[in-house]
């Protein structure tokens, strides 16, 4: 199959959209680690949607997150604010991962939630703006 980078792009942000639908059901029954998870997952998709179609192609997620750091918060084309909200998604889904002990209430939940909305919203404005 060979998919062009358009395509690939559209992919990953409509995976990034696909999985926040999902969120809310994880809060909803108190899977508040799970919620986290996919919230962060959320955000990396739609990073890599936007990265695609800049031929960047990290192997890494620190990469991908550094990348959008370096090329699009630093020179201004998104909030900073952005770039907090993605080191807050990707310490909390370090914990609910890698953590056995952490345990996460409902309002960190639905702030990694809300955080991974933003992102992914604010990333398909951007590609809708400019593609």
């Known amino acids: 199959m060979h998919n062009s980078v358009s395509e690939l792009s559209q992919l990953e942000l409509s995976n990034a959209k696909e999985i926040l639908k999902f969120i809310p059901i994880y809060i909803e029954v108190g ?4 919620a986290i998870n ?4 959320a955000a990396f998709h739609s990073l890599k949607a936007l990265e695609l179609l800049d031929g960047y192609d990290s ?7 550094a990348y959008f750091r370096q090329h699009y918060i ?7 604010s952005l770039s907090k909200m993605l080191g807050r998604l990707v310490d909390a889904r370090g914990q609910s991962d890698y953590d056995i002990a952490a345990k996460f209430e409902l309002i960190d939940a639905q702030e ?6 933003t992102v992914v919203n604010a990333i398909d404005r951007y590609l809708n703006d400019n593609i």
């Open 31 to 34: 899977d508040y680690n799970g």
């Open 38 to 41: 996919r919230s962060y997952y």
């Open 59 to 65: 192997k890494k997620h620190s990469g991908v997150i």
């Open 74 to 80: 630093k020179n201004g084309r998104f909030d900073a």
């Open 112 to 117: 990694a939630f809300e955080n991974a909305a």
